[in-house]
Nanobody, 121 residues
Framework: QVQLVESGGGLVQPGGSLRLSCAASGTIFNIGAMGWYRQAPGKRREMVASISSAGSTNYVDSVKGRFTIASDNAKSAVYLQMTNLKPEDTAVYYC???????????????WGQGTQVTVSS
């Protein structure tokens, strides 16, 4: 059974930085796109950043220039470097990875358990 384990959330002051990490455990045959979503209280879950298997990245407009997504396929890991954090970035952040768990099988999307990011003075 493949699981994603997240780390790196916490409480930070406005203007501060955090780095989220997400790593997969278990047997993985191939890795596709990976990314991060977030969900703030009372709001819908939104895509924050994504990275394709070829390294192409995509960001929601509100984080462009402040957040950077990176991946390490050897570690089945995806990271989110967040800088100049704002109170409106407060949310639970979820990573996801599209994984092929064996040859000749379809990719499945696996989600992390979520990590809380709180930006407050």
């Amino acid at each position: 059974q493949v699981q994603l384990v997240e780390s790196g959330g916490g409480l930070v002051q406005p203007g501060g930085s955090l780095r989220l990490s997400c790593a997969a455990s278990g047997t993985i045959f191939n890795i596709g796109a990976m990314g991060w979503y977030r969900q703030a209280p009372g709001k819908r879950r939104e895509m924050v950043a994504s990275i394709s298997s070829a390294g192409s990245t995509n960001y929601v407009d509100s984080v462009k220039g402040r957040f950077t997504i990176a991946s390490d396929n050897a570690k089945s890991a995806v990271y989110l470097q967040m800088t100049n954090l704002k109170p409106e970035d407060t949310a639970v952040y979820y990573c996801h990875e599209n994984l092929q768990l064996g040859p000749d099988v379809v990719y499945v999307t696996v989600w992390g358990q979520g990590t809380q990011v709180t930006v407050s003075s």
